[in-house]
């Protein structure tokens, strides 16, 4: 008789933990694909020039909200209009995952004294 109360009462709160557990991760599972297909939506879109005109120092995307932001920028493609200082060039090393390291190159706007690092594999 005190196996089986002892056998319960260690089974069910593992049981209702072990439930929950699994309902939360079906649940993970429906945000995360719902987020891959807005990430694919977005980075199908034209590229946006970011590249500041007439060397204001001004940016749109610095003065929008969070939700504006990653509604019309968050990953999307860019251009910028620049220079290129390859002498300046970092090499990020990152070995994870047989993956290389990213290479970063400084762009040089010439109207602003603004520079952008260009990250690339």
Not at 26 to 50: F, W
Not at 56 to 65: I, P, Q, T, V
Not at 99 to 109: D, H, Q, S, V
């Amino acid at each position: 008789m005190y196996k089986k109360l002892l056998y319960s009462s260690v089974s069910l709160p593992f049981s209702y933990v072990t439930a929950k557990a699994f309902l939360w991760q079906r649940r993970r599972k429906v945000e995360k694909i719902l987020e891959i297909e807005a990430r694919k939506k977005s980075l199908n879109n034209d590229p946006l020039d970011i590249t500041p005109e007439n060397g204001e120092d001004r940016y749109e995307y610095n003065f929008c909200s969070d939700e504006e932001f990653s509604e019309k920028y968050a990953y999307r493609p860019v251009e910028i209009t620049g220079i290129y200082d390859h002498s300046n060039e970092i090499l990020v090393d990152r070995v994870r995952d047989h993956e290389r390291g990213y290479c970063m190159t400084l762009i040089y706007i010439p109207e602003t004294i603004n520079t952008f690092y260009y990250f690339s594999n």
